[in-house]
C-alpha cells in the first residue's frame, strides 16, 4: 500500500497568498484528519471527516481556514489569505473500521513557511 | 472528555539501558489507548496500541507498553535503548464507548516526550 500521500512536501509562499494543501488517504479508509504541529502549540487536530462529511471542525483556526472531501479519495485544506502564524508542518491521517479501528496512519507531512 | 498526560518533556537514556515513557489518561468507560514515534521531518508513525486482552502489549522495534487500569497509566518501555529510537513519542487515547460512533476514530493526543538516547 502507498499509505497516505500528501502534496505538496514543502510550501514557501507570501502573506495574503491562497495556500492549498492536499491529501490522498489510504484506500478503503473511511476516517480522515488534518492536524497541524508547531513548536508552540505541538500537535493540534484541526479537522475530522467520517465518510466525506465533516465531522468536528472545532480546531480550525478561523474562517481563512476551510477544508473539503469531495470524495472517499482526497481532500484539500485551504488557507485564505495566509498569514506568517500559519508556518507549520501540517499532517493529514486516516483510519479505518474493522479490526485496526481507531489506528490513525500519517502521511509524511506539508511544511508550509508563509513570509 | 477525554484527556492525555505525558508529564516529561524529555527523557534521556544511555544506550542499552531500559527506557520508560510515561503517560497517564483520563476517558470514561474503558479505554483504547496508542503510541505513536515521530523521526525528524516525518509523520506519526503507530508503535502499538491496547484495545483489550493482556494488559501487555508489544509492538514495534522492540517496544511494548502496560496497560494499568487502577493508576489509569500506559507507558511505553523498551528493555534496551538503541540511539536511533531517539525521537518524539506520542500517546493517544479514545474511548471505546465511543468507538462505536461517528467520531469514533477521533484520538486525543498528548504533548508528546522527547527521547534522546546517548550513546
Known amino acids: 500500500d502507498a499509505g497516505v500521500i500528501q502534496s505538496p512536501r514543502h510550501e514557501v509562499t507570501e502573506m495574503g497568498q491562497e495556500v492549498t494543501l492536499r491529501c490522498k488517504p489510504i484506500?478503503?479508509?473511511?476516517?480522515l484528519f488534518w492536524y497541524r504541529q508547531t513548536m508552540m502549540r505541538g500537535l493540534e487536530l484541526l479537522i475530522y471527516f467520517n465518510n466525506n462529511v465533516p465531522i468536528d471542525d472545532s480546531g480550525m483556526p478561523e474562517d481563512r481556514f476551510s477544508a473539503k472531501m469531495p470524495n472517499a479519495s482526497f481532500s484539500t485544506l485551504k488557507i485564505q489569505p495566509s498569514e506568517p502564524r500559519d508556518s507549520a508542518v501540517y499532517f493529514c491521517?486516516?483510519?479505518?473500521?474493522?479490526?485496526?479501528?481507531?489506528?490513525?496512519?500519517f502521511g509524511p507531512g506539508t511544511r508550509l513557511t508563509v513570509l | 472528555a477525554q484527556s492525555v498526560a505525558q508529564p516529561e518533556d524529555q527523557v534521556n537514556v544511555a544506550e542499552g539501558n531500559p527506557l520508560t515513557v510515561k503517560c497517564t489518561y483520563s476517558v470514561s468507560g474503558n479505554p483504547y489507548l496508542f503510541w505513536y514515534v515521530q523521526y525528524p521531518n516525518r509523520g506519526l508513525q503507530f508503535l502499538l496500541k491496547y484495545i483489550t486482552g493482556d494488559n501487555l502489549v508489544k509492538g514495534s522495534y522492540g517496544f511494548e507498553a502496560e496497560f494499568n487500569k487502577s493508576q489509569t497509566s500506559f507507558h511505553l518501555k523498551k528493555p534496551s535503548a538503541l540511539v536511533s529510537d531517539s525521537a518524539l513519542y506520542f500517546c493517544?487515547?479514545?474511548?471505546?464507548?465511543?468507538?462505536?460512533?461517528?467520531?469514533?476514530?477521533?484520538?486525543?493526543f498528548g504533548g508528546g516526550t522527547r527521547l534522546m538516547v546517548k550513546p
Open positions: 484506500s478503503g479508509h473511511n476516517s
Open positions: 493517544a487515547v479514545r474511548g471505546a464507548r465511543l468507538m462505536n460512533n461517528n467520531a469514533g476514530n477521533m484520538l486525543t
Open positions: 491521517a486516516s483510519s479505518s473500521g474493522g479490526s485496526s479501528r481507531g489506528t490513525q496512519y
